[in-house]
């Protein structure tokens, strides 16, 4: 099992950025996937981007592309997702996630973090 700790979320005003990070630790394989997922109170969890093991390939939500960048940095273990001109409706509890599968936006996951908050004020 990875173990995946996230960090990075806190509170920014409309517009501002944040960047999360995600460390993993324990066993990985050469095809593990990462990705972020979020959950805003009251509603269900959503996807929110992916990147191959390589970082060659990402796939992002409609509601997200082109403000967040997801990246990864093997030699640290860590994932990162860059979050620009972000907004109210962005507030919600971020979860990294790591898991395999053949495409990248059909990912399987089964690694999960504890979760970080964001919260984006008007």
């Known amino acids: 099992q990875v173990q995946l700790v996230e960090s990075g979320g806190g509170l920014v005003q409309a517009g501002g950025s944040l960047r999360l990070s995600c460390a993993a630790s324990?066993?990985?394989?050469?095809?593990?996937?990462m990705g972020w997922f979020r959950q805003a109170p009251g509603k269900e969890r959503e996807f929110v981007a992916a990147?191959?093991?390589?970082?060659?390939?990402?796939y992002y939500a409609d509601s997200v592309k082109g403000r967040f960048t997801i990246s990864r940095d093997n030699a640290k273990n860590t994932v990162y997702l860059q979050m620009n001109s972000l907004k109210p409706e962005d507030t919600a509890v971020y979860y990294c996630?790591?898991?395999?599968?053949?495409?990248?936006?059909?990912?399987?996951?089964?690694?999960w973090g504890q979760g970080t908050q964001v919260t984006v004020s008007s």
């Open positions: 990147i191959s093991w390589s970082g060659s390939r990402t």
């Open positions: 996630a790591g898991g395999r599968g053949p495409f990248i936006a059909t990912i399987e996951y089964y690694d």
């Open positions: 324990g066993r990985t394989f050469s095809s593990y996937a």
